[in-house]
């Protein structure tokens, strides 16, 4: 040390003089840190918040990844609205300590929009998974790779074997379980029209009942198949066919589906043969007789084959602490394995293909391969719910209208659906959100 020096430490207390060197100390061991990275990551997620999923991922499917890794991991369970707030207030600041995001489709769209996410292709494929086509397209958004797929939900068909026995020519049991192009709403007809002429049974269920989410087949299944779109075509002649398709349908749907709030009980007590509902209102049917039923895809229509899609994303925001930890926390919930994992705890489905030869033989492959066949058709027609908040059961008590009106009431469809068109309009208007997809 020098004279200069020694003069000037001669100047400044002990006290200071160890407050100097724990600064140094601190300012070391950041540094260090910060070459080695995380010892633990936030995993901020609008999904899985139920207290026993939550309990799930804390207990079950975290520590995994910690056991492979060493870094811990910090489930941050929070609702859309506090997810934006703090993601925006992080980015602004330049201090984000949230690693990973797990939120739906149209929420990380948002996110995209305001440039908040990194675009995840700078990391390459995910080895030894492959994922469906349709989720690879919603998940680039804005030209970049925005999301991971993680999990889905859905609706689909179940039938009964017995219903086989009445297939209409041309239509086999193959074409039912994979979907092909002979698998349509006309051939759909058909069948249910064979079954009533044969065992004077309506054998055909649908889930109207007041709690039942018979709306979201007509939204999401009928109208894409029809019309090319959910709200946009409206009442278009496109439109219009439909509806008379769905009075002729009805004729051979079982009148208790008014009181249908979820198809499970109907399918085990035989009271219908063919239902669409919820997966996870159907899967105490497939749980208890697995040997009895199959689950399908959606028929397609004139223009596609039209099924609604629940999507959660994995997705890393800009600023992330260490964004190779948070992909390494991205690959390990997307390993087919892991998924399985989650499908059998929570219901969740796989994003990915190859979780489908990792679930066992039962109850749980029957509704996966089902699930799987309707979002690989070639096809397919995605219909994503659209987020209108509070005026959600506003837009599905427009379609129930319809349906009530013009197929139990036997109303003029040219008449009652330029007049609810006008509401749903002012729906969404009001609430200030786009059409949803498939818009066109």
């Not at 997966?279 to 497939?286: E, G």
């Not at 399985?340 to 705890?345: A, G, M, S, T, W």
Request: net charge negative; aromatic share 10%; charged share 20%.
């Amino acid at each position: 040390m020098n004279r200069f020096s020694a003069r000037i430490m001669a100047g400044i207390s002990p006290a200071r003089i160890a407050v100097i060197v724990a600064i140094i100390v601190v300012l070391l061991a950041v540094y260090f840190l910060a070459l080695r990275g995380p010892t633990e990551l936030v995993f901020a997620s609008t999904q899985l918040n139920p207290p026993a999923e939550q309990a799930f991922v804390k207990e079950q499917l975290l520590p995994g990844f910690t056991e492979d890794t060493g870094i811990s991991v910090t489930f941050l369970p929070i609702s859309y609205d506090e997810l934006v707030t703090r993601l925006e207030a992080e980015i602004r600041a330049g201090q984000v300590t949230i690693s990973v995001i797990g939120d739906l489709h149209g929420n990380l769209d948002y996110y995209a929009s305001q440039g908040w996410l990194l675009d995840l292709s700078q990391f390459g494929a995910l080895p030894g998974r492959s994922f469906p086509q349709t989720l690879e397209e919603y998940s680039t958004i804005r030209g970049i790779k925005a999301y991971i797929p993680w999990m889905t939900a859905t609706y689909v068909f179940v039938i009964n074997k017995e219903a086989f026995n009445y297939l209409p020519s041309g239509l086999s049991m193959d074409d039912v379980i994979r979907g092909t192009d002979k698998w349509t709403y006309e051939t759909l007809l058909e069948w249910a029209r064979n079954i009533y002429e044969e065992t004077g049974k309506r054998a055909l269920g649908f889930p109207v009942g007041a709690k039942g989410l018979f709306h979201r087949f007509l939204h999401g299944y009928l109208y894409p198949s029809f019309t090319g779109a959910q709200v946009k075509n409206f009442d278009s002649q496109d439109a219009i066919a439909m509806w008379e398709y769905l009075r002729e349908l009805w004729q051979y749907v079982n009148p208790a589906s008014t009181t249908y709030d979820a198809m499970a009980d109907p399918l085990l007590r035989g009271e219908v043969l063919i239902a669409w509902d919820h997966t996870a209102r159907i899967k105490d049917a497939i749980t208890q007789r697995p040997d009895d039923f199959v689950v399908v895809p959606a028929p397609a229509g004139p223009k596609g084959r039209g099924f609604i899609l629940v999507i959660a994303g994995l997705a890393i925001p800009k600023g992330a602490p260490d964004p190779e930890a948070s992909w390494n926390l991205i690959e390990y919930l997307t390993r087919p394995e892991v998924q399985v994992k989650v499908l059998e705890n929570v219901g969740f489905f796989p994003s990915v293909n190859e979780a489908s030869g990792a679930i066992p033989e039962g109850p749980l492959k029957i509704l996966a391969s089902g699930v799987s066949a309707q979002l690989n058709a070639g096809d397919a027609l995605v219909a994503l719910i659209p987020s209108l908040g509070g005026k959600g059961g506003e837009f599905s008590q427009t379609y129930r209208t319809a349906f009530e009106r013009i197929v139990l009431q036997n109303e003029d469809p040219g008449t009652v659906l330029p007049e609810l068109k006008q509401r749903l309009d002012s729906i969404f208007r009001e609430a200030g959100t786009p059409l949803p997809p498939p818009d066109e």
